[in-house]
C-alpha cells in the first residue's frame, strides 16, 4: 500500500531529475561549444559517469544501507543492500551506454542523423538511466550476485588493460611528438628538446624518489608482498631503460628512447607505490593510514582522484587510435601516398564545391604560390557555413567503441567498491581500493604495462614485415 501511495511522488521526482539533469548537461554543452562539440559531449558523459559513480559509493555509508535494509522486499541485510546496490546503480549505467553503443553503430559523422543520439537529446538519455535504476532495485539479488561473479570481474580487468594500452601509446606519442618538432629545427625546437629533456629528467628522478620511498617506509620485516613487488618493479625499470637505449631495438624504432622509458617507468612505479599505500595495516606494512588526523581527508581525495581518473580513461580511450585505428572513420577518405604523383587521391566522390577546392590548391601547388604540404591539408573540405560542426566530415572518436569502454569503466567502479571491502577502521565512508585485493590488481597492472611496452619494443624486431621494415 505504501508503495503505490507513494508512487506519484517517485514519477514527479523522476521527471523533476530528468529536466535537472537535463539542463545541466546542456549547460555543460553550451559552456564547452567554443571548444568543440566532440569535446563537451565527452565531458558530459564524463560528468554522468562521475555523479553515477558518487551515487554508488554513498550506497556503501551506514545511513544509506540503513534505509536500504528498510524498503527492501528482498529482505537483505544491511551489508548486503549495500555491495548489491553499488552493482545494481552501475548495472543501470552500463545497460545505458550499451544500448547507446548498439545504436551508434556505424555513424562515422554528424551527417549521419544517428549522430544526434550521442550528441542530444539528453532529456531522454537522463530519464532512461534514472528509470534504470529504479528498475534494477526490482531485481531480485542472486541476478546480481551471478553478474558480478561472471560479468563486472571480467570487464573491470578489460577496463585496466584498455588503460594500460592507452598509456604505452600515450608514451610513444608524446615522445614521437617532442622528437618531431625538434627534427624541424624552426624557432621552437629549442623549447621542444627542453621539454623532452627536462621531462624526462623528471619523470627518471621521481621514478628513483618513489623507489626509494617504496624500500625505507613499506618493506619493513614481514612486508614480504611489498619487498618483492618492490624489487620486482626496480628490475622492470632497469630493463626497460637497457631495452629502450639497445642498438638493435632502436634501428627498428628509430624514435624509441628514454623519454618513453621514463613515462612507463613513473606511472608503474607510481602504481606500485600507491599499491602499498591502499594495502591495510594488519601487517603494519602501510604507515599512512596510522594518522588519524588525515584519514579521512586521504580516504576523500583519494576517492575523488580514482574516479576522476577513470572518467579521464574512458573518455580519452574512445578518441585513441590505438583503440579504434584512427578518428572514426569519415566520409571522404584520402590517400597521400601514391608512388607515382604526388597529389592526393580522393577515394571518395567529394561534393561539387569540394571538388572546385581540390582542383584550385592542386594549380596553387603547381605554379608555385602554395607549398606541396597544402595537398596534405583537409581543411578545404569543411564549409563555412559548418564552423560550428568540427564533425562533420568525420567524427574525432568512435561513438560505439566510446559507450562500451564507459560500460566497462561501470562494471570497474562496481568491483573496485565493492571487493574485499573492509571498513572497520574508517568510519561512515568506505575507503576506495583499500584492499588487498586492489593491491595485488595495482601490482599485476604495473608488471603487464611493462610487458606490454616491452612488447612494443621487442615486436618490430622479430616481425619487421608487419612494421615496413
Known sequence: MGAIVSLPFQIVG???????????????????????SSFSTRLSYAFLFLINTILSWVMLTDFAKGKLEKISRFQCIAEDCGLVAVHRINFALGLLHIILATMLVGVNSTANPRSKIQNNFWAPKILLWIIFVIVSFLIPDKFFIGWSTYVSVFC??????????????????????CIEHVENEDEYSGVWKTILVSGTSIMYLGTLVMIVLMFVFFCNDGCSMNKTSAA????????ITFLSLNRTIQEYNPNCGLAQAAIVSVYCTYLTLSAFASEPDDKLCNPLIRSKGTRTASVVLGAIFTFVA?????????????????????????NYDDPVDTEPIVTSQPSARNEMRLQAIREAVAVGTLPESALHDQSWLYDDADEEDEERVTTKYNYALFHVIFFLATQWVAVLLTMNVNQSDFGDFVPVGRTYFYSWVKIVSAWICYMIY????????????????
Open 310 to 334: 577513470i572518467a579521464y580513461t574512458t573518455t580519452r580511450a574512445a578518441a585513441n587510435s590505438a583503440f579504434n585505428g584512427g578518428n572514426g572513420g569519415g566520409a571522404i577518405a584520402i
Open 454 to 469: 616491452g612488447w612494443s619494443l621487442i615486436a618490430p624486431v622479430l616481425m619487421p614485415e608487419r612494421f615496413g621494415f
Open 14 to 36: 523522476t521527471w523533476i531529475a530528468s529536466c535537472c539533469g537535463s539542463m545541466f548537461f546542456s549547460l555543460i554543452s553550451k559552456s564547452f561549444s567554443s571548444i568543440g
Open 156 to 177: 573491470g580487468a578489460l577496463f585496466l588493460f584498455v588503460g594500460l594500452i592507452l598509456l604505452v601509446d600515450f608514451a610513444h606519442e608524446w615522445a614521437e611528438t
Open 232 to 239: 620486482i618493479n626496480l628490475v622492470l625499470t632497469v630493463l
